[in-house]
């Protein structure tokens, strides 16, 4: 095998697909794109975020592929350069002899950006972190919290609850006792106790974000020392008005904007893990941390409303940790993974100083 790593070009569309199709055939549920356009909104005008994608070619057979989305990170407040590596897809999926691809496009992705990071993965234990992991990338896991807010069908739909009999009996008898209600109920006013410092706060949902989110970010990037930039331009890029799923508030005290939220209210069908419920996520946010805790307050008052079920968020900063934690959120089993570049991982701080979520990498994708 004769194997080169190039950009992508048009051209490449037949055999993109022709790969798409081998992947399909073994149930392989990921795709390679065919064009930039498909992972997100580009062009003059659109924002400041570009896809590149690059191909792995066996002559004219494509035998993987991956993207890097080139955006800016704050490190201090200060703007720097980053790249996303994203869906890095290889013929291994099909044929073991291919194996060798993976490690091909992550050294080429090393050699064309500095600064990477790789976030989701499923698990730190599927084949691309450990790849990173052996690679020398700084491998963590984005803690996971989670709220219920209606237990009944929190108790018939959750998954992991229902894989053995006595548990899923047990469950099945908290829920139609009513005590989950009650234990429910109890927490909802628990919370409301801890929370009065969301009084006296506006939610006004917009429908894209303006120059005042820029301003909001000026003044408090000094309180994360790493995080991708997150003004109007980038965030109108990574959320369109087209995608509908994507609710979009900012938060008033006054006349002053203290904070934002990107949240999903999503209906569920038959989903591996949290089965048919109305399924709620704090997805991103940006605030002063002193007032984390009463976002993360109104945000689960919304979604209750929208009739969720269950709200989740994966959160890695540690603000945001307490403020979940203030509302009384869990901590469950993260399957959502940071991967640092061996030239990022020595410059970054410590993952509770950084401000990753869903907000960043494919975006709230699956929710």
């Known amino acids: 095998m004769s194997l080169a790593i190039v950009p992508y070009s048009p051209a490449d569309i037949p055999a993109i697909e022709r790969f798409n199709e081998r992947l399909r055939a073994v149930g392989t549920e990921y795709r390679f794109p065919c064009r930039p356009a498909d992972l997100m909104p580009q062009g003059p005008g659109v924002g400041p975020i570009v896809h590149d994608l690059f191909v792995a070619k066996d002559t004219d057979t494509v035998r993987g592929g991956y993207a890097l989305k080139r955006e ?20 291994a999926l099909i044929d073991r002899a291919y ?17 990477i990071y790789c976030l989701g993965m499923g698990s730190a234990e599927r084949p691309l972190p450990q790849l990173l992991a052996r690679l020398r990338w700084r491998i963590e896991r984005v803690p996971f919290r989670f709220r219920v807010l209606r237990a009944n069908n929190f108790f018939r ?18 829920r139609f006792s009513g005590l989950a209600q009650l234990g429910v109920a ?20 917009v429908s894209a974000f303006d120059a005042r989110v820029d301003d909001l970010q000026a003044a408090v990037a000094g309180e994360y020392p790493l995080m991708c930039e997150r003004g109007a331009a980038a965030l109108n ?11 979009k508030l900012t938060i008033w005290r006054g006349d002053a904007m203290v904070g934002w939220l990107l949240l999903t209210c999503t209906q569920l069908s038959d989903h591996k893990q949290f089965g048919s419920m109305k399924l709620g996520c704090i997805a991103d946010g940006l605030c002063g941390e002193s007032d984390v805790a009463a976002l993360v307050s109104l945000a689960v008052d919304w979604l209750r409303v929208r009739g969720a079920d269950l709200v989740v968020s994966n959160q890695s900063h540690s603000a945001w940790l307490s403020g979940l934690r203030r509302n009384l959120f869990m901590d469950g089993p993260s399957n959502f993974v940071l991967a640092l ?3 990022l991982a020595i410059r970054a701080p410590a993952l509770d100083r950084c401000h990753f979520n869903r907000g960043d990498g494919d975006g709230p994708i699956n929710l």
């Open 72 to 91: 800016t990170l704050l490190v201090a407040g200060q703007p720097e350069s980053l790249s996303n590596l994203q869906i890095p897809l290889s013929e």
């Open 99 to 115: 194996a060798n691809v993976g490690a091909a496009m992550v050294f080429d992705a090393a050699r064309r950006a500095k600064a």
């Open 157 to 174: 739909e959750i998954r992991f609850l229902r894989t053995r009999r006595p548990i899923a009996l047990l469950a099945d008898l908290v």
């Open 186 to 205: 109890g927490w909802r006013g628990a919370a409301a106790l801890a929370m009065r410092p969301a009084a006296g706060l506006r939610i006004e949902v």
């Open 237 to 247: 890029q990574k959320f369109p008005q087209a995608d509908q799923r994507l609710n």
């Open 341 to 343: 570049s061996p030239g």
